[in-house]
């Protein structure tokens, strides 16, 4: 039992350590974006109905370098700007799949077909979750409901200290304030999750076709993986004998989902987006696997696992503890407020 507890507390430290640094620069990234981007602009490009807001925020995300940590003070920050709930679903769902960083990687490693794959079954899994989250809010509320009003600090036209301090002081005050307990509980789980799943377990063990998929996807969604990281994980897979489909949909679903984004979006958005999230996640990358091996069947995809991508240990373990910082300090002063 001692070890049991040992290795889950091993295991959370190292799940910090490969979240903290895309989560930061999501932070930094959301800070940035508070100053840099009106409530006007978001409003009058992802606010609203229609399906184009929904394509905008699609197509923003897809090039962007956030993880599916990352992309949440990003989205939430959004969507506390004027983004529709089905704008802030779209980009959160397009966004963490991949990245310019992950496309390359996923074309040095995978090949053109993938490369191309991938971020088009993010693009159009975007649109989807979005619509869905339209109708649903559609149905729900009606028409009458706008984007929500922002009144941070960093929404005041008329504040007259520095962009710079209004930007940093939204990232990492204002935004970990509203988000940083839902995050850490997610964190939490997240790494139970790593401590129970070894590496490697399904490799060898599922064969091909939709029951593979459905195992990959049942593994991804949980779990914490970047767009980047995962693609020498799926090479292996395939090395293995996984089919290229069944390797995309843990590409799509592992990104793009955990139980950190997952918490924070029912938190935020609510049950009702949050359960559609994961739905459209799943569907569309089941989907989306399925279409590839069939694609893959008319060409030789080359796999590779030598990849020169990743963080170095010590920028993690700072990152970690900087995060945890953050977090801290945040519901700390969230609790004091509340006095």
């Not at 966004?95 to 794959?117: C, E, K, M, R, Y």
């Amino acid at each position: 039992m001692a070890d049991f507890f040992k290795s889950i507390i091993v295991d959370f430290w190292a799940t910090i350590a490969e979240m903290s640094p895309y989560l930061l620069f999501g932070f930094f990234v959301a800070g940035v974006l508070s100053v840099l981007v009106s409530q006007r602009l978001v409003e009058r490009h992802l606010g609203g109905r229609g399906i184009w807001p929904l394509v905008k925020a699609s197509l923003f995300g897809v090039p962007l370098p956030l993880c599916s940590c990352g992309v949440i003070p990003v989205s939430m920050s959004l969507h506390k700007h004027g983004a529709s709930k089905g704008s802030t679903i779209s980009f959160l769902l397009s966004t963490p799949q991949t990245g310019v960083d992950s496309i390359f990687v996923t074309l040095s490693l995978l090949g053109p077909v993938f490369a191309v794959f991938r971020p088009l079954a993010a693009f159009i899994t975007g649109i989807v979750g979005g619509s869905l989250v339209d109708a649903f809010e559609r149905k729900k509320e009606g028409d009458s409901q706008g984007p929500p009003k922002c009144t941070d600090e960093c929404c005041d036209t008329a504040a007259t200290h520095g962009k710079i301090t209004r930007g940093l002081k939204y990232g990492f005050v204002t935004l970990p304030r509203d988000i940083g307990k839902a995050m850490l509980v997610g964190l939490v789980i997240a790494a139970v999750i790593s401590a129970l799943v070894p590496d490697g377990y399904f490799a060898e063990k599922l064969g091909t076709g939709i029951f593979a998929m459905v195992v990959m996807m049942f593994l991804g969604i949980p779990v914490y993986v970047c767009a980047t990281a995962s693609v020498p994980v799926a090479a292996a897979l395939i090395l293995k004998g996984l089919t290229p489909g069944a390797a995309l949909v843990f590409l799509m679903t592992g990104p793009a989902t955990n139980a950190a984004s997952f918490i924070t979006i029912w938190k935020v958005l609510g049950k009702g987006t949050a359960i559609i999230y994961l739905a459209t996640v799943a569907g569309c990358a089941l989907l989306a696997g399925i279409l590839l091996d069939y694609i893959a069947t008319g060409f030789d995809i080359e796999i590779t696992t030598h990849h020169h991508w990743m963080l170095p240990s010590i920028v993690k373990y700072i990152s970690a503890v900087a995060l945890l910082a953050v977090l801290t300090f945040a519901i700390l002063t969230k609790k004091k407020q509340a006095h």
